[in-house]
């Protein structure tokens, strides 16, 4: 702890530290408490006061949890003698934030194409509105930007009217294929090819890559929510695929 007179010119209380930096008092003082951040002087009346040095800690603290560095992690990275240089912290942040960016973008796009479905004349969305946003942050728990970015590519390169027809006949095949596996029916019997054949139609209209599809089969394994709302879960996965293997097999034969 430095006097008072030593601190520059520059100094705050804990409340206008807290205010400036949009903090809380008592955030700053639970960082004091694990000794992230303890005030460099007192003012004559014992209060906190924070200066230039403290303002750059605090900074550096709060660029390490935009990272997602957890709070016991960190004290190690602010030692005096092996400090991250200002610089390449700030380009770290700025990458941090690019990328929430990038996935708020994405998120607007999302949000846009179901916005134009109501200005068309579909009033009904609340419930695939809320649906949208909580898969959206599903997805990105399993997915890389770059693969949804690759997944939206395949949807915006289908018109609107060739994107929905797609959805209804997804829809209405996993309704078949689930009435289809409860029966027992086998996936070469006849209305198992059929349905193969429809699948490996949709999945010609959108080839995802074979990586994109064992991250699907992941998320729906770990996502009950996922499976309630889509009516899928990998015993249907397993059916369809089979159905698909019969009929692809069938046609081989013939040709």
């Not at 603290?61 to 602010?78: H, N, S, T, W």
């Not at 999302?110 to 009033?123: F, H």
């Not at 699907?216 to 309630?228: D, I, K, V």
């Amino acid at each position: 702890m430095v006097p008072t007179s030593d601190i520059r010119i520059m100094a705050y209380s804990v409340g206008e530290l807290a205010k400036r930096c949009g903090l809380t008092v008592r955030t700053l003082h639970h960082y004091e408490s694990l000794g992230l951040l303890s005030p460099s002087a007192r003012s004559e009346a014992g209060y906190r006061l924070y200066g230039e040095a403290d303002v750059l800690r605090l900074h550096r603290i709060l660029a390490f949890r935009q990272m997602g560095l957890p709070l016991k992690d960190i004290p190690p990275l602010l030692v005096a003698d092996l400090p991250v240089p200002l610089l390449d912290l700030l380009e770290r942040q700025r990458a941090t934030v690019r990328q929430e960016i990038d996935q708020q973008q994405r998120l607007l796009t999302m949000l846009d194409r179901v916005a134009r479905r109501v200005r068309d004349g579909d009033g009904t969305l609340t419930d695939d509105l809320l649906a949208l946003m909580s898969m959206q942050r599903m997805i990105e728990r399993h997915y890389t930007p770059d693969d949804i970015a690759a997944m939206h590519s395949l949807q915006d390169g289908l018109s609107p009217q060739a994107l929905e027809t797609l959805k209804a006949d997804t829809a209405r095949l996993i309704a078949q294929a689930r009435a289809a596996l409860n029966a027992g029916l086998a996936p070469d019997s006849p209305e198992g090819l059929a349905m193969g054949r429809q699948w490996a139609a949709i999945a010609k209209a959108m080839p995802l890559d074979p990586s994109l599809q064992d991250k699907g089969r992941s998320m729906l394994a770990q996502e009950p929510e996922l499976q309630q709302r889509s009516g899928v879960d990998l015993p249907l996965v397993h059916y369809i695929d089979q159905t698909i293997a019969a009929a692809a097999a069938l046609d081989g034969d013939a040709a």
